[in-house]
């Protein structure tokens, strides 16, 4: 009965941003790490950003650090991916998961279903 479900995605231009949340029942889950993965057409899954269950400060895979932020609010169950200074490449379907610790890519146990991000030249 865990569930988690992205939402927020959408289409927008190279240079702007968008905002996908993450909201989750099921679990506990201020005990619970949270990661946001994504998957581009004709490519692996990969990682995008994670954050642990302390709150402390989350990490980021190469591709997105200094353009995307995750922050999590326990008092909603909810996370949250900020994504500035998008890029063609950002182009993909954005999952979220849970698991006690972060992960690597295919490593946690929860899933939930994606969100579209499609960003144009």
């Known amino acids: 009965d865990v569930q988690l479900q992205a939402s927020g995605g959408g289409l927008v231009q190279a240079g702007g941003s968008l905002r996908l949340s993450c909201v989750t029942s099921?679990?506990?889950?201020?005990?619970?790490?949270i990661g946001w993965y994504r998957q581009a057409p004709g490519k692996d899954r990969e990682g995008v950003s994670c954050?642990?269950?302390?709150?402390?400060?989350?990490y980021y895979y190469d591709s997105v650090k200094g353009r995307f932020t995750m922050s999590r609010d326990n008092a909603k169950n909810t996370v949250y991916l900020q994504m500035n200074n998008l890029e063609p490449e950002d182009t993909a379907v954005y999952y979220c998961?849970?698991?006690?610790?972060?992960?690597?890519?295919?490593?946690?146990?929860?899933w939930g279903k994606g969100t579209q991000v499609t960003v144009s030249s």
């Open positions: 954050i642990s269950a302390s709150a402390s400060m989350p």
């Open positions: 998961a849970a698991d006690i610790k972060c992960y690597g890519v295919d490593m946690m146990d929860y």
């Open positions: 099921g679990f506990t889950f201020d005990d619970y790490a």
